[in-house]
C-alpha cells in the first residue's frame, strides 16, 4: 500500500502531472476500453491510471459498490490495475449471472494469493470435467459423512472447555475456532485433535496467519498485480507452513491406507484416484489431493467460526432473541439431551433467528471471482470471454425492496402468521449455481447443532472488564468478527 500512497501523494502534489494524468485516463477510458470490451460494454466508475478504483473502494467495499451502483445500474464495470471486472449487484442480477446463464458464469480465474494450490482443489479449479467430477464427489461425500456424530463429539469438547472456564470471562472466538477447525478435520481425516495438541494450535496459528494475511486485500487479493503487496513474503510463507501441516497428515493417512476402508474424504478422494487410474480423463489425481484438502479446511472452518461468532456477537446484543430461543429449547427439547438434527422442524424461531444472522452478517459481502467462459451478451451487455465477474453478495441481503428495515437484527421475518418458517427467495447465503457452496449442508447442521448446545446449556453475558463490541466488522475476504470475551454461566 505504501507503493499507492506514494505515487497519490506525487499526483496530488503537481498541477501538470495531474492535469496529464486526469487526460490520459480520459483517453484510457474512451479509447482502450472500447478497443478492448467494444462499445457494448457496461459503464462504471472512473479510475486512476494504473490502479483504477482500488484506492476508493475503502474498508467496506460491498458498501462502496452499492454507491456506484446506483449511478451506473445492476451490472458495471470497474478497473482494478490492469483488470476490468464486471460487478453485479442485487438478486436479480446475480440469479441471471450464475444461476440462469451458469454454463457461462461459472468459470474460476487465476487466483494469485492462492498459487500454492497450482490451480486445482474446488475454490480455484477451472470449470470442466475434472471440477464437474470433483465437485460432485465431494457434495455426496459431505451429504453421506457422518456429520451429526462428527459434530456431536466435538460438543462435548466444545462444553467441558466452556464448563472448565468456571463462569470466568474467556475469548469466545477462541474454542469457535477449534470446534469448527476440528469438524472439518474430522470430515477429511477422520479424526478430531486435543484443544491443546502442538500440531494442531500450530496448524489453527498457521492458518488464521494465513487468512489475515490474505484478507488483509479484501478484493484486491483476486488481482495478479497485486502480488508486490509487502507483506506478500510473510502471507506466502504462512500458507506455505499451512499447506505442509496437511501434507504431513496426507503423508501419514497415504502410508497407512487400505482398500475397502474410509477413514475420511482423504480415503474417499485416494478410491477415486485409483478408480480413475485407467479412465481417459485425468479426473481425480495425485496432484489434486493436496488443494483439495487445503481449500475444503480454509472454506469449511473460518466461515462457521465466523458465522457462529457472530451469533453469539448478536444473541449478548439482542438478550431477548437469546431468551426466546431458550423457551423453545426447554420446551421443545428439554434439558435431558442435547438438541439433535431431528429437532429443527420443531424449532422455527431457532431457525429463523439463525437465518437472520446468516442475512445481517452475511461472512462472503463479495463472491469469488467468477469468469466467463465465452464471449455472451448479458442483460444487453455483451461480456468479452475470459471477463472476472464478481457478485455484491451483500447488496442482495441489505436489499430495502428484499428485506424491510435491511439493517435491523429481525428474526421475526422469517416466520409467517402461525409462527412457521417463512423462506424468503433472496435468502441465499451459499450462493447459487454451479459454484454455489458445496459444504452448505455440514455447514447449517453444523451452525444449528453447535449453537443450540450452547444456548441450551449455558447463560451468556458479556465481560464485566471489557466492552461489547458493536456488530461491526471487518471486510477482508470474508466479513470478520470482532473478538470478544463472554462469561457462560451453566443453566442447570
Ligand atoms: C456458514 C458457512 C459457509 C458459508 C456462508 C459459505 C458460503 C459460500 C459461498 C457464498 C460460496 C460461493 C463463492 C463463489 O461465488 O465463488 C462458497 C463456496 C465454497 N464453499 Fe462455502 N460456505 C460455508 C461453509 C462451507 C463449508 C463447511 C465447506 C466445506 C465443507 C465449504 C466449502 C466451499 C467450497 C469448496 C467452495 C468453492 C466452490 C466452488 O468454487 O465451486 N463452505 N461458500
Redesign the pocket.
Known amino acids: 500500500m505504501a507503493v499507492i500512497e506514494w505515487v497519490l501523494r506525487e499526483i496530488l502534489t503537481s498541477p501538470t502531472t495531474l492535469f496529464i494524468i486526469v487526460v490520459a485516463t480520459i483517453l484510457f477510458h474512451v479509447f482502450l476500453k472500447e478497443a478492448k470490451y467494444g462499445q457494448n460494454f457496461p459503464s462504471g466508475p472512473w479510475g486512476l491510471p494504473f490502479v483504477g478504483v482500488l484506492p476508493f473502494l475503502g474498508d467496506h467495499p460491498e458498501i462502496t459498490m452499492m454507491e456506484w451502483a446506483k449511478k451506473y445500474g445492476k451490472v458495471f464495470s470497474v478497473r482494478m490495475g490492469p483488470e476490468t471486472v464486471i460487478m453485479l449487484q442485487g438478486y436479480e442480477a446475480v440469479m441471471d449471472a ?1 444461476s440462469r446463464k451458469a454454463t457461462v458464469f461459472s468459470g ?1 480465474p487465476h487466483i494469485p494469493v492462492f498459487d500454492i494450490m497450482n490451480d486445482r482443489g ?2 480455484v ?1 477451472d470449470y470442466g470435467p475434472a ?1 464437474t467430477a470433483q ?1 460432485q464427489f ?1 457434495m455426496q461425500y ?1 451429504a453421506h459423512a457422518n456429520n451429526e456424530k462428527h459434530i456431536d463429539g466435538e460438543v462435548d469438547a466444545l462444553l467441558r472447555y466452556i464448563r472448565e472456564q468456571r463462569g470466568e470471562p474467556f475469548q469466545f472466538n477462541f474454542p469457535m475456532k477449534a470446534t469448527t477447525s476440528n469438524v ?1 478435520g474430522t ?1 477429511l481425516f477422520g479424526s478430531r485433535q486435543e484443544y491443546d495438541d502442538p500440531v494442531f494450535k500450530r496448524l489453527l496459528q498457521v492458518f488464521q496467519k494465513a487468512m489475515l494475511l490474505s484478507g488483509q486485500l479484501s478484493i484486491r487479493q483476486f488481482l495478479p498485480f497485486l502480488s508486490f503487496i509487502p507483506s506478500v513474503d510473510e502471507r506466502k510463507a504462512a500458507w506455505g507452513e499451512f499447506s505442509d501441516i496437511l501434507n504431513e497428515k496426507l503423508v501419514e493417512h497415504r502410508a497407512t491406507y487400505r482398500e475397502g476402508t474410509t477413514r475420511g474424504f482423504i480415503d474417499a478422494f485416494i478410491h477415486k484416484i485409483i478408480e480413475n487410474e485407467n479412465g481417459v480423463q485425468n479426473l481425480f489425481t495425485e496432484a489434486d489431493l493436496l488443494p483439495s484438502l487445503l ?2 479446511y480454509f ?2 472452518s473460518d ?2 467460526y465466523l ?1 457462529l461468532s457472530w451469533g453469539m456477537l448478536f444473541l449478548l446484543h439482542h438478550p431477548a432473541v437469546c431468551k426466546r430461543i431458550q423457551d423453545e429449547l426447554d420446551r421443545e427439547v428439554g434439558k435431558s439431551r442435547r438438541p439433535t438434527l431431528a429437532d429443527r422442524q420443531n424449532l422455527p424461531y431457532t431457525n429463523a433467528a439463525l437465518m437472520e444472522v ?1 442475512r445481517l452478517n452475511f ?2 459481502p463479495i ?2 471471482p ?1 469468469k466467463a467462459l465465452r464471449t455472451v451478451n448479458f442483460r444487453g451487455y455483451t461480456i468479452p470471454e475470459g471477463t472476472t465477474v464478481l ?1 455484491n ?1 451483500w447488496s442482495i441481503m441489505m436489499d430495502e425492496e428484499k428485506w424491510p428495515n435491511p439493517q435491523q437484527f429481525d428474526p421475526s421475518r422469517f416466520l409467517d402468521e402461525f409462527g412457521n418458517v417463512k423462506k424468503n427467495v433472496a435468502w441465499i ?3 447459487v449455481g ?7 449442508v ?2 447449517r447442521q ?2 444449528f447443532l453447535v449453537l443450540t448446545a450452547l444456548l441450551q446449556a449455558f447463560s451468556f453475558r458479556s465481560s464485566d472488564s471489557e466492552a461489547l463490541p458493536e456488530c461491526v466488522g471487518k471486510t477482508g475476504s470474508l466479513y470478520v468478527c470482532p473478538d470478544f470475551h463472554v462469561c457462560a454461566v451453566p443453566r442447570f
Not at 434 to 440: A, F, M, V
Request: charged letters at 15%.
Open positions: 450464475f474460476r474446488l475454490v479449479l471440477f465437485r465431494t459431505i472439518i470430515v481449500t475444503l472454506a469449511g466461515t462457521v458465522t446468516q461472512i462472503a463472491s469469488g467468477h457478485a453478495q447465503p451459499f450462493s454451479k459454484r454455489s457452496c458445496p459444504g452448505e455440514l455447514a453444523e451452525i
